[in-house]
């Protein structure tokens, strides 16, 4: 069974366009985060939630949101779609928040048109 | 915040070699320094982690060392297979990670 798992596998989208990509974790873990990766594998880290609530808010563009309706899901919603949002962006989950080993999903790669 | 630099970027063996990836951080408070690999497609997986009451760890072909007074880690892979081949990436902090910027790991049959 997957541990951590994102939908959709891939995404293109045009300019401009409203997307979201979705994570569930099966793990009872109390964390979850978002990260960006580009194309030189540069993991950036975007946003993290615990317990539902937001502890990490990196300085991203507030075109992105993310939502997490309870513990096992974390959703990134990003409005007005940007070239350089083009990127694979992995979910991951820790049972805490400190000092604890990640576990990340496969990923979604999106490429904006 | 924690600021972690990685090197090499890239990284050529032969078969059988050993390879060699060194972290450096900057934040005195990190306790805790996973390494991941990312294979093509995938998602980083653990392959070993450390903590900051601990100098070294092994398993099997894979060790880990850390140095706090010089704030560096490293990791170790003996024996290198062909399957070795992936990104590896160090992270340390406390609650809050931080990545290096990966080292792409080739093993040549």
């Known amino acids: 069974d997957t541990a951590v798992s994102q939908t959709p596998k891939y995404l293109v989208t045009q300019m401009g366009n409203d997307k979201s990509i979705k994570c569930e974790q099966n793990l009872g873990h109390d964390t979850m985060y978002w990260y960006k990766q580009d194309s030189k594998k540069f993991l950036k880290i975007m946003f993290s939630y615990n317990n539902k609530e937001l502890i990490i808010n990196e300085t991203v563009p507030n075109r992105f949101s993310p939502k997490s309706p309870d513990k096992a899901h974390l959703n990134l919603h990003i409005n007005s779609l940007e070239l350089g949002d083009s990127a694979v962006y992995f979910c991951?989950?820790?049972?805490?928040?400190?000092?604890?080993?990640?576990?990340f999903g496969p990923g979604t790669r999106l490429t904006v048109l | 915040g924690e600021n972690v630099e990685q090197h090499p970027s890239t990284l050529s063996v032969q078969e059988g070699d050993s390879a060699v990836i060194k972290c450096t951080y900057s934040?005195?408070?990190?306790?805790?320094f996973p390494w991941y690999k990312q294979e093509l497609g995938k998602g980083p997986q653990l392959i070993i982690d450390?903590?900051?009451?601990?100098g070294e760890k092994k398993d099997q072909r894979i060790a880990v060392t850390l140095n706090k007074t010089a704030k560096h880690f490293s990791l170790h892979i003996t024996e290198t297979q062909p399957e070795d081949s992936a990104v590896y990436f160090c992270?340390?902090?406390?609650?809050?990670?931080?990545f290096g910027a990966g080292t792409r790991l080739t093993v040549k049959p």
């Open positions: 991951a989950s820790s049972q805490v928040i400190d000092s604890d080993t990640q576990y």
């Open positions: 450390i903590r900051s009451n601990v």
């Open positions: 934040d005195s408070a990190s306790n805790y």
């Open positions: 992270a340390a902090g406390n609650n809050d990670m931080r």
